[in-house]
Nanobody
Framework: QVQLVESGGGLVQAGGSLRLSCAAS????????MGWYRRAPGKERELVAS???????DYADSVKGRFTISEDNTKTTVYLQANSLKPEDTAVYYC??????????WGRGTQVTVSS
């Protein structure tokens, strides 16, 4: 069992930055990938960024060049550095973890609000 707890969301002005954190506990050795989804009102859930246990990363086109996903050297915490934030980035951001059997674990989400 894996538990995920997000933090770091908040209210920022357009052009500002936030650093989101996702702390994992439990059966962390079962994790093969982690990442961030977001959901805004009226929109479908969107995969923002992902990182494998080997360090390979992928990003949505909408955030390339602005967001960076990383993990600590113990692979117990994943970060999302979000720079040059835009109002359209406003959403609840959810951290997920993937097991080798493609079981998914989710955090409860953290709100990011970008004012124009």
């Amino acid at each position: 069992q894996v538990q995920l707890v997000e933090s770091g969301g908040g209210l920022v002005q357009a052009g500002g930055s936030l650093r989101l954190s996702c702390a994992a506990s439990g059966s962390i050795f079962s994790i093969t990938a982690m990442g961030w989804y977001r959901r805004a009102p009226g929109k479908e859930r969107e995969l923002v960024a992902s990182i494998t246990s080997g360090g390979s990363t992928d990003y949505a086109d909408s955030v390339k060049g602005r967001f960076t996903i990383s993990e600590d050297n113990t692979k117990t915490t994943v970060y999302l550095q979000a720079n040059s934030l835009k109002p359209e980035d406003t959403a609840v951001y959810y951290c997920y973890a993937e097991s080798p059997s493609y079981e998914y674990f989710w955090g409860r989400g953290t709100q990011v609000t970008v004012s124009s």
